[in-house]
């Protein structure tokens, strides 16, 4: 019988306590990353909110407020005022209304040397200037893109990593009550 182990009665009591002790471990590392996890994945899901795509963060007031002053900080707000201002002209359903605007548009952002010029280049500057006349709703769609581009590409994943951004996903944390839930579990887990 060489190589068999016998185990007494007091072997088995002392094996199911430690079962019983290791299965009650077991449960509550299984159960605590849970909780972990559906921080994080709030956490996420508010990010996605947030930093998801630049359409995402202008679709949201706080968000265009928070991007505004980052380009400020940048010393090129001019870009986003001029999408903001594509976006309400394509809303004007008057061509009165639509002419007006579009030559303030024009005369705002877009003219050589004017109080918020945005950059573009002159090919797109001289077909918005022959457009005047009778602007269409899409007058500067070729315009807002570009520059829509410029900050997507630039001024956006530079924005992400800003203290504006922290700011900004703080903020949308207390409002969802993320903190309170945070540091429940903090006490709950220690």
């Not at 007091?10 to 430690?18: E, P, Q």
């Not at 980052?70 to 594509?86: G, H, I, R, T, V």
């Not at 950059?119 to 001289?126: A, C, V, W």
């Not at 500067?140 to 530079?158: C, D, H, W």
């Amino acid at each position: 019988m060489t190589g068999l182990y016998k185990t007494s009665p007091m072997d088995l009591h002392v094996t199911k306590r430690i079962d019983i002790a290791w299965k009650s471990r077991i449960h509550t590392l299984i159960q605590t990353p849970l909780l972990w996890r559906k921080i994080s994945r709030q956490e996420t899901n508010e990010a996605n909110l947030l930093g998801e795509s630049l359409e995402t963060l202008l679709s949201k007031k706080s968000g265009q407020v928070a991007f505004r002053e980052f380009l400020k900080s940048e010393f090129c707000e001019e870009s986003l005022d001029f999408w903001l201002a594509c976006q309400e002209f394509q809303t004007f359903d008057s061509p009165e209304e639509r002419t007006q605007r579009a030559a303030s548009i024009y005369e705002e952002f877009i003219k050589a040397d004017s109080p918020k010029q945005v950059n573009l280049d002159f090919y797109t500057r001289e077909i918005i200037s022959q457009s005047l006349q009778q602007p269409s709703p899409s007058c500067f769609t070729v315009a807002q893109k570009k520059i829509y581009s410029l900050m997507e590409n630039g001024s956006f994943p530079r924005f992400i990593q800003s203290e504006n951004y922290q700011v900004l996903f703080q903020a949308a944390s207390k409002q969802r009550g993320l903190g309170k839930h945070r540091k429940a579990v903090r006490i709950k887990s220690t």
